[in-house]
């Protein structure tokens, strides 16, 4: 067991999250922390403890209520919090994250209490070596960071993008085994052009609309620069920023330091492990599925990008994937008439159709055998839709994979209706008996690599593994359950971090790597407490 030393006494370890053991201090640590009298006089096991929270999370009813008793456990007791949902997990995840994380962010200020990781507004921009220096920087392996300008389907949820950052790191811990003791989420706090914020006399931002332009660059990169210099060992996930940032930022930081957009590529990693799984139940060729994505940002085209990709990676066609690939948004099916094409979207163009095209009509007139949604348009996968797929295939995959559960394109009941149950199904948000494409699945594996063998940068052969493991993985399902989440990870790392030491961007080259992969996984036990001067 672990060893800690601490100076804290009395009420200070009581309130300290990461070492309070609540009523599991023993005798001796009572005596010896001037504990005495400042707890009731049974002493319990973790065990026990356990026990006790799940009544009290199981008497609350609704999903916030449950998500802040979450919340308040682990600003209590941390180790306590981690162990109570591992022991319960596929009952918590959602009350972890999504779908109740993006309530909770929608209220942030509202319910705010305690205070974890950095808000670095724009005004403090000249005090970065000041805040940075508040954290133990050189100890720190993965950050989530985010400015709160795109929260899952929600929009710009301003300061509230926080709890997006907070839950995501607990996923870190929980399925990767990151210890809580190295991880620091960060708000970059930009302004809102949320009016309802702006006009919420309890709202905890900064009250201006949004910086932008040059001025939002400069600031992006002051905080970048920092943060390497701060926190050298870390894994940086960008998270939740809007579309005109997305894609920019992660393409100019990739090389600056270890990085990745988890809704970009995080969700591209877990949508392509589906489809795998889903063409081996459905047995079909990677390479003939014609694939329509309703929605063109950036988790969209990040799913593109990553499927064409794979069929590179297996000696196919990148040209046949493009043409194999439509995408559909609010302007029709993109084509040389969209106007906000970029040069990621332009491979991806069907020429020829000048009139507008629906996703009806875009289904109606190629034979579409994958349908992915990543649009928020709510109910989008109409029963016409689903019924002309039926033409081109027996078992249609259908991703409706928008979040919150109510922005989703279909309501998984209706399409096993109208394919009686013949349909492949996965969805972004958890609905009952489907399987949820949560970037989960991947995301924390991508960090325990990185920090294992401190990987300079995260390339795109890193994503194709883990998807390709994590299908392996899968069985007669699209993924394997939460419940055996940690040890897919643990074999997603290995492979990753094995395929990063082979192309030269570890700093670390580890002899016995499945063994130290194993043994950096932290796992939720109290320490032995020691007292230090």
Not at 458 to 465: G, M, Q, T
């Amino acid at each position: 067991m672990k060893k800690v030393f601490t100076p804290l006494r009395g009420m200070d370890l009581l309130r300290s999250p990461l070492l309070n053991k609540g009523t599991a201090f023993s005798l001796q640590e009572r005596e010896t922390f001037h504990l005495q009298g400042l707890l009731p006089h049974h002493i319990s096991d973790i065990e026990e403890q356990v026990k006790r929270r799940y009544q009290n999370f199981s008497s609350k009813l609704r999903n916030i209520d449950k998500y802040q008793f979450l919340s308040s456990l682990q600003n209590r007791n941390e180790i306590l919090f981690y162990r109570l949902v591992i022991e319960h997990i596929d009952e918590m995840l959602p009350f972890i994250y999504t779908p109740t994380v993006g309530e909770a962010s929608v209220d942030y200020s509202l319910h705010y209490y305690q205070s974890r990781g950095l808000y670095i507004s724009h005004d403090l921009r000249h005090s970065l070596d000041q805040l940075f220096s508040q954290v133990d920087g050189k100890n720190v392996d993965v950050i989530v960071i985010t400015d709160g300008g795109r929260i899952l389907g929600l929009g710009d949820m301003g300061v509230g993008g926080m709890a997006i950052c907070v839950g995501k790191l607990a996923l870190y811990t929980l399925f990767g085994g990151i210890s809580p003791y190295r991880v620091l989420p960060i708000l970059l706090d930009v302004g809102t052009n949320n009016d309802m914020l702006l006009k919420d006399p309890l709202y905890l931002g900064v009250r201006h609309q949004r910086i932008s332009g040059e001025e939002y660059d400069q600031f992006v990169d002051q905080v970048v620069h920092s943060i390497k210099k701060h926190c050298p060992n870390a894994l940086l996930q960008w998270e939740d920023f809007p579309r005109e940032h997305a894609y920019k930022l992660y393409h100019r930081y990739q090389k600056t330091l270890c990085s990745f957009n988890d809704d970009i590529q995080g969700t591209a990693t877990v949508s392509l492990a589906a489809l795998l799984s889903g063409l081996r139940m459905a047995e079909r060729d990677f390479y003939n599925e014609k694939i329509c994505i309703l929605g063109a940002g950036s988790a969209g085209l990040g799913i593109a990008e990553l499927l064409v990709d794979y069929a590179v990676s297996k000696g196919l066609s990148r040209e046949q994937m493009y043409e194999n690939i439509f995408f559909v948004d609010t302007e029709g099916l993109v084509q040389n008439s969209y106007s906000r094409l970029t040069d990621e979207l332009k491979p991806f163009v069907k020429e020829g159709k000048e009139s507008f095209m629906s996703l009806e009509d875009v289904v109606r007139e190629y034979p579409i055998t994958t349908l992915i949604g990543v649009s928020t348009n709510k109910g989008s996968f109409t029963k016409s839709i689903v019924k002309r797929m039926l033409k081109y295939t027996k078992k249609p995959i259908i991703f409706p994979l928008s979040n919150p559960t109510e922005k989703a394109e279909a309501d998984p009941k209706d399409l096993l209706k109208w394919t009686d149950n013949k349909a492949i199904i996965a969805t972004g948000s958890p609905f009952e008996n489907i399987a949820q494409c949560n970037n989960v699945l991947v995301f924390p594996a991508i960090g325990l690599a990185a920090s294992a063998v401190r990987m300079k940068e995260i390339p795109k052969e890193s994503f194709l593994i883990a998807a390709q493991v994590l299908s392996s993985q899968a069985k007669d399902e699209l993924f394997p359950p939460f419940s055996q989440l940690r040890a897919v990870t643990r074999t997603m790392a290995y492979a990753i971090a094995k395929d990063a030491i082979e192309r030269g961007i570890a700093q670390e080259h580890i002899e016995n790597l499945e063994s130290c992969i194993e043994s950096a996984m932290w796992f939720p036990n109290y320490p032995d407490l020691f007292a230090a001067e």
